[in-house]
T-cell receptor, first 116, second 113 residues
Framework: GAVVSQHPSRVICKSGTSVKIECRSL??????MFWYRQFPKQSLMLMAT?????????EQGVEKDKFLINHASLTLSTLTVTSAHPEDSSFYIC????????????FGPGTRLTVL | KNQVEQSPQSLIILEGKNCTLQ??????????LRWYKQDTGRGPVSLTI?????NTKSNGRYTATLDADTKQSSLHITASQLSDSASYIC????????????FGDGTTLTVKP
């Protein structure tokens, strides 16, 4: 149990376009979902925390108008990278928690975004 | 500022050998410490979770230790296999309502035949 999926697994887009990444908890209801980005040979950097039905909380330095997060249901959160630029190319990973136990984080497989 | 430092940054060992990865943290107040394994191009997979009262936890060939007094943890891998080649990440959560997690930079382990 406790499987988190992401779609797509990799995406290539042109500069200036928008890309949507989905994160789904397949067999549990995710009270909270987290979005991370990871650059090569670096650790995960938290971008934002989203709770179902409420606005996401963004980390300092993360542009909320550029990285739109929607947590419409207890099993789905989406991250939309708007007007993508080459510097947005990265590995985006989501995680989900059950109940109020933030410590039991289940990570998705990640999405590789390449902006040309 | 909460920090998690891992060492070594990278490690190369021969198949069948044991190794130990280190994690030092300054997260306060402490809630729990987790070790994850991350294969290249994949999301992290949980190996162990330890709270303040636990000082050792095993998951197959992986054994994690925690010394909450010195704020140190180690991950010991026994009889390494080629499939153990990955990045190992230490994550420490603080004991607040937000439960914020601080990630270490990871140790890249390469197991060679």
């Amino acid at each position: 149990g406790a499987v988190v999926s992401q779609h797509p697994s990799r995406v290539i887009c042109k500069s200036g376009t928008s890309v949507k990444i989905e994160c789904r908890s397949l067999d549990f209801q995710a009270t909270t979902m987290f979005w991370y980005r990871q650059f090569p040979k670096q650790s995960l950097m938290l971008m934002a925390t989203s709770n179902e039905g409420s606005k996401a909380t963004y980390e300092q330095g993360v542009e909320k108008d550029k990285f739109l997060i929607n947590h419409a249901s207890l099993t789905l959160s989406t991250l939309t990278v708007t007007s993508a630029h080459p510097e947005d190319s990265s590995f985006y990973i989501c995680s989900a928690t059950r109940g109020t136990n933030y410590n039991e984080q289940f990570f998705g497989p990640g999405t590789r975004l390449t902006v040309l | 500022k909460n920090q998690v430092e891992q060492s070594p940054q990278s490690l190369i060992i021969l198949e069948g050998k044991n190794c130990t990865l280190q994690c030092n943290y300054t997260v306060s107040p402490f809630s729990n410490l987790r070790w994850y394994k991350q294969d290249t191009g994949r999301g992290p997979v949980s190996l162990t979770i330890m709270t303040f009262s636990e000082n050792t936890k095993s998951n197959g060939r992986y054994t994690a230790t925690l010394d909450a007094d010195t704020k140190q943890s180690s991950l010991h891998i026994t009889a390494s296999q080629l499939s153990d080649s990955a990045s190992y990440i230490c994550v420490v959560s603080d004991d607040t309502n937000a439960g914020k997690s601080t990630f270490g930079d990871g140790t890249t382990l390469t197991v060679k035949p």
